[in-house]
């Protein structure tokens, strides 16, 4: 069975700080994705990393893929509170179709 | 613009009542799934569709039943046996082609039993 852990679980941080955010996975796989909750809302993509080593950044999120290791980083430079929100990353492992595994999410608190 | 669409957003249920959710996508999408979200919770898979005419079970699947009689729609039914069916549930599609480009999300159904 596929488990995918992130941690941390909540992370309070202050505004113009630097942080990450790290997903383990359990089994072999090179397809990950990252979401974006905010309260009471549906998830939104931020990232798809299709292959080991790929790295992917939009504005101060960066997002990387070590599948040998089988860990995913979601990097905050300079931490904004619009960036306030719970973050999810997911694992396929399926190929040919979809279904993924989510992490339990970890909730970013930005303060100014 | 393409999308999926989830009615209603806010839903209750009286004790011993089955509801249903509606989810409609205009994707052209073959994948359909339906997850469950509770407070602090990730998301945990209720069924999942391939194609027309057939679904599979996630990981948990009891109390719930869904068809899927066309691409475009796959509803999902919660039944009285559904013990504690309060929650937040999500409907999502994606492409069987392999590609790998995730999820699109509808935007939810905060049920709520009364």
């Known amino acids: 069975e596929l488990k995918v852990e992130q941690n941390p679980l909540f992370l309070s941080m202050q505004e113009g700080k630097n942080y990450t955010i790290y997903c383990n996975y359990s089994?072999?796989?090179?397809?990950l994705y990252w979401y974006r909750q905010d309260p009471g809302k549906s998830l939104e993509s931020l990232f798809v990393?299709?292959?080991?080593?790929a790295v992917k950044q939009e504005g101060r999120l960066m997002a990387s893929l070590d599948t040998k290791a089988r860990l995913s980083t979601l990097h905050i430079t300079a931490a904004v509170h619009d960036l306030s929100a719970t973050y999810f990353c997911?694992?396929?492992?399926?190929?040919?179709?979809?279904?993924?595994?989510f992490g339990i999410g970890t909730k970013l608190q930005v303060i100014p | 613009d393409g999308g999926i669409t989830q009615s209603p957003k806010y839903l209750f249920r009286k004790e011993g009542q089955n509801v249903t959710l509606s989810c409609e996508q205009n994707?052209?999408?073959?994948?359909m799934y339906w997850y469950r979200q509770d407070p602090g919770q990730g998301l945990r898979l209720i069924y999942y569709?391939?194609?027309?005419?057939?679904?599979q079970k996630g990981d948990i699947a009891e109390g719930y039943s869904v068809s899927r009689e066309k691409k475009e729609s796959f509803p999902l039914t919660v039944t009285s046996a559904q013990k504690n069916p309060t929650a937040f549930y999500l409907c999502?599609?994606?492409?069987?082609?392999?590609?790998?480009?995730?999820?699109?999300f509808g935007s939810g159904t905060r049920l709520t039993v009364v």
């Open positions: 999502a599609s994606s492409e069987n082609s392999g590609t790998g480009v995730g999820y699109t």
């Open positions: 089994t072999t796989s090179d397809r």
């Open positions: 990393l299709l292959s080991n080593g």
């Open positions: 997911a694992v396929d492992t399926t190929g040919g179709y979809q279904k993924v595994t």
């Open positions: 994707l052209n999408h073959d994948a």
């Open positions: 569709s391939q194609i027309v005419n057939d679904f």
